[in-house]
């Protein structure tokens, strides 16, 4: 049973910093792909950045002011958030692609709030 765990998320205000955390498990070869995703009230989720192949890609919105990264045993993701703005508000989810079943797993979320 693969399971993601996000944490890191907070309220932070205008121009702040966050660093989101995704804990993995269960999973028995790992992932192709890990990303972020966002949702905002009344919008649809949107790709933030994702990581595969040892290439990285970020949304318009976040390119210069979010930094995606893993760790050496390729089990966690992590999204460091820089120059925060309000439009950054919303809830943040892991997602990774399982490299065995390429089943395609959500965290939980965690919130990001940027307010003054």
């Known amino acids: 049973q693969v399971q993601l765990v996000e944490s890191g998320g907070g309220l932070v205000q205008p121009g702040g910093s966050l660093r989101l955390s995704c804990t993995t498990s269960g999973s028995i070869f790992g992932f192709n792909a890990m990303g972020w995703y966002r949702q905002a009230p009344g919008k649809e989720r949107e790709l933030v950045a994702v990581t595969s192949g040892g290439s990285t890609n970020y949304a318009d919105s976040v390119k210069g002011r979010f930094t995606i990264s893993g760790n050496s045993a390729r089990n966690a993701v992590y999204l460091q958030m820089n120059s925060l703005k309000p439009e950054d508000t919303a809830v943040y989810y892991c997602?990774?692609?399982?490299?065995?079943?390429?089943?395609?797993?959500w965290g939980q979320g965690t919130q990001v709030t940027v307010s003054s």
């Open positions: 997602n990774a692609v399982d490299k065995l079943t390429a089943a395609n797993v």
